[in-house]
């Protein structure tokens, strides 16, 4: 089974996956099952987690719309309210995480829900120019922190990883 709210990630999956008896629908977040009572083995998310203010002055954003608030998570706090309706309980829901959010309340959340989450190696990365040219509207953001970089080397440091989460605990 394959969702996603685009109907272009639909259509390129699609054409790139070569397996047969996968259903694919197009819908926001959980919306295209709720008609079935499936549970799922794996759920991976891959919604927006950044920022907002990060979001608006971003280039990666140009026409797309973020709406994940101060904290970046928005949208995976809504995604984690009916997780559990739709995850097995020995199930996996795996997840990308971009420090450009609040760390902190991601993994209190996950918390919540999971006895498990592993993270993977820490990708770090120069964050990107829109950034350090907005770093005097950001610093607030990463003084709450609503944004977690370093500043190393002369540089703003953010990173990517993936959090593999298991366990239920309800």
């Known amino acids: 089974?394959?969702?996603?709210?685009?109907?272009?990630?639909?259509?390129t999956a699609k054409n790139n996956i070569k397996y047969k008896n996968i259903e694919f629908k197009s819908g926001?977040?959980?919306?295209?099952?709720?008609?079935?009572?499936?549970?799922?083995?794996i759920i991976i998310s891959d919604v927006s987690s950044i920022s907002d203010p990060v979001a608006k002055k971003s280039?990666?954003?140009?026409?797309?719309?973020?709406d994940c608030d101060i904290d970046g998570i928005k949208?995976?706090?809504?995604?984690?309210?009916?997780?559990?309706?739709?995850?097995?309980?020995?199930?996996?829901?795996?997840?990308?995480?971009?420090?450009?959010?609040?760390?902190?309340?991601?993994?209190?959340?996950?918390?919540?829900?999971?006895?498990?989450?592993?993270?993977?190696?820490?990708?770090?990365?120069p964050v990107p120019d829109f950034f350090k040219n907005n770093i005097k509207d950001f610093q607030s953001l990463i003084d709450s922190k609503n944004v977690s970089v370093e500043y190393k080397f002369g540089s703003y440091i953010a990173f990517t990883c993936i959090a593999v989460c298991s366990n239920i605990k309800k």
């Not at 959980?30 to 799922?40: C, Y």
């Not at 280039?59 to 973020?66: A, C, L, T």
């Open 75 to 125: 949208n995976i706090k809504i995604i984690m309210q009916d997780l559990t309706k739709y995850l097995k309980k020995d199930g996996y829901f795996i997840i990308p995480i971009i420090s450009l959010c609040n760390l902190e309340k991601l993994e209190s959340k996950l918390k919540e829900i999971f006895s498990n989450i592993e993270f993977s190696k820490k990708n770090n990365w």
């Open 59 to 66: 280039p990666w954003y140009e026409g797309v719309v973020s």
């Open 1 to 11: 089974y394959c969702s996603d709210i685009s109907y272009e990630a639909i259509n």
């Open 28 to 41: 926001s977040i959980f919306e295209p099952w709720e008609e079935s009572d499936l549970k799922f083995d």
